[in-house]
């Protein structure tokens, strides 16, 4: 069974860019995360759908945050304009219908300079 | 208030010994589950345990098992046997009823296995 596919691994940009990440859960998980992951700390939760419902966005930084889950199946977030405080790892999680656990990707770590 | 705490920022354990994370939560809800998850220097999350508040007993997972202390309120993990490979964050997670399904994490434990 494939994993929960993200992209990029990486990326570095200036601040006041603009940046995209994608992913891809495990076929068939309705509830899809993003959550950031500042360097020592544990993730914290930015967006949750449900389907292509957003769920819980109480923690997403709307004035330059932005998610969407078209079709109920791949999500992107984006982060417009970027401040150094958003450089983090950036994880999509998946879990099945009955929430038990979730699956995570490898996330994005990005660089804000 | 900080619901999931970890107050090992770092531990070093021997190789083939065992070594116990600590983690203690804080609810006043009666349902919750607690998870433990691994996180390898890849960054990839990996689950290893699961601990559901109603359970009766303790929760295993090959060299992995919890050590479920509901009126404590403390779930810690004891990794038996320990590998170099286990060497990663571990993180200590708790999943209340109201939250729609999401994890609220601790600071997390890095451990370190020595040859």
């Known amino acids: 069974e494939a994993g929960v596919a993200q992209s990029p691994r990486y990326k570095i940009i200036e601040k006041r860019q603009s940046v995209a990440f994608w992913c891809n859960p495990i076929s068939g998980h309705a509830t899809l995360y993003w959550y950031q992951q500042i360097l020592g700390q544990g993730p914290k939760l930015l967006i949750q759908f449900q389907n292509n419902g957003v769920v819980d966005d109480s923690q997403l930084p709307k004035d330059r945050f932005s998610a969407e889950r078209l079709k109920g199946v791949d999500s992107t977030l984006k982060i417009q304009p970027a401040k150094l405080e958003d450089s983090a790892v950036y994880l999509c999680?998946?879990?099945?219908?009955?929430?038990?656990?979730?699956?995570f990707g490898q996330g994005t770590r990005l660089t804000v300079v | 208030a900080q619901k999931i705490t970890q107050t090992q920022p770092g531990m070093f354990v021997q190789e083939k010994e065992a070594v116990t994370l600590d983690c203690t939560y804080d609810?006043?809800?009666?349902?919750?589950?607690l998870f433990w998850y691994k996180q390898p220097s890849s960054g990839e999350m990996i689950f290893l345990i699961y601990?559901?508040?109603?359970?009766?007993q303790n929760a295993t997972e090959g060299r992995y098992s919890l050590n479920f202390q509901k009126a404590r309120k403390s779930a810690n993990l004891v990794i038996s046997a320990s590998q170099l490979g286990d060497s990663a964050m571990y993180f200590c997670?708790?999943?209340?009823?109201?939250?729609?399904?999401?994890?609220?994490f601790g600071k997390g434990t890095k451990l370190s296995v020595k040859p």
């Open positions: 609810t006043s809800d009666p349902s919750y589950g």
């Open positions: 999680a998946s879990s099945p219908p009955h929430n038990t656990e979730a699956f």
């Open positions: 601990q559901g508040s109603y359970d009766q």
């Open positions: 997670a708790m999943r209340e009823p109201g939250s729609q399904g999401n994890l609220i």
